[in-house]
């Protein structure tokens, strides 16, 4: 079970980062928040009162974050637990393909991972403790219809802290990796698609937050998603194709 101390969370102004910001902070934890926009970190900050900080600064901004996670370690201790979570989703058109808008989806969701792990393994292994955690999806498991870049980037994510965890074995430092499924946030707000097995916010952060700090090697959540993506992880090609393509939209005919 991880000790309390400072938490540094990306993307951690609004959504899951917030919720767990929370759950965090109920546990005794002090909190590092890092995210692009001032207004909502000032008012989350404000809202949990002691043992609060945070930076405005881009995960792409590989100087720029690291310099943020000094600060805030300067001022609430070393970092104990970081939580990679800043992320963008957009769908992937085929018939206007965009390399751009993949190439941003990337930076942001797998990038932005890379960078905030930069700015506090060093510390961590010095100290010989710590732990990384970073938020994948279940979208990684398998390539998914209509989200190409998103599938692609934490796929990277799930791969990369996978490769971390090993790495790090019998140095003191433990890695995570969360898949979520869906929750009702912000960003899925706008979904116009069914989304199974949909979570409310609190209930699924305080479940990700005691997977979290039992330090296990990943938190799936909820388990009922687990099972089903779990299975067309396991599927041959052809039935996945076949079973993907059923659930997606078709193009519409030319006149």
């Not at 900080?53 to 590989?62: E, T």
């Not at 990038?111 to 010095?126: H, K």
Request: aromatic share 6%.
């Amino acid at each position: 079970m991880s000790v309390p101390g400072l938490a540094i969370i990306t993307g951690g102004s609004t959504g899951i980062g917030a919720a767990l910001a929370r759950q965090l902070h109920h546990r005794g934890w002090k909190i590092g928040l890092i995210a692009r926009r001032t207004e909502p970190l000032q008012a989350l900050a404000d809202e949990l009162g002691d043992g609060v900080a945070w930076r405005a600064v881009d995960v792409c901004d590989a100087e720029g974050l690291q310099v943020a996670c000094g600060e805030l370690q300067d001022e609430l201790g070393p970092c104990e637990l970081l939580l990679a979570n800043a992320g963008v989703g957009a769908p992937t058109s085929i018939q206007r393909f965009d390399p751009a808008a993949v190439t941003g989806v990337m930076r942001v969701n797998f990038e932005g991972v890379v960078n905030a792990v930069a700015a506090v393994l060093p510390g961590m292994l010095e100290r010989g403790r710590g732990q990384l955690a970073a938020t994948s999806s279940y979208a990684g498991w398998r390539g998914m219809p209509t989200t190409a870049a998103y599938s692609a980037s934490k796929a990277a994510v799930s791969s990369f802290m996978e490769s971390l965890r090993v790495a790090l074995r019998g140095r003191g430092v433990a890695v995570t990796t969360l898949h979520p499924g869906y929750v009702r946030t912000d960003l899925t707000a706008g979904n116009r698609f069914w989304m199974p097995f949909v979570m409310d916010l609190e209930p699924f952060a305080a479940r990700t937050v005691r997977g979290l700090l039992a330090r296990k090697s990943e938190v799936n959540v909820p388990w009922p998603m687990t099972i089903v993506v779990g299975t067309l992880r396991r599927l041959p090609n052809w039935l996945y194709d076949w079973a993907m393509g059923m659930m997606s939209p078709k193009p519409r005919a030319r006149r």
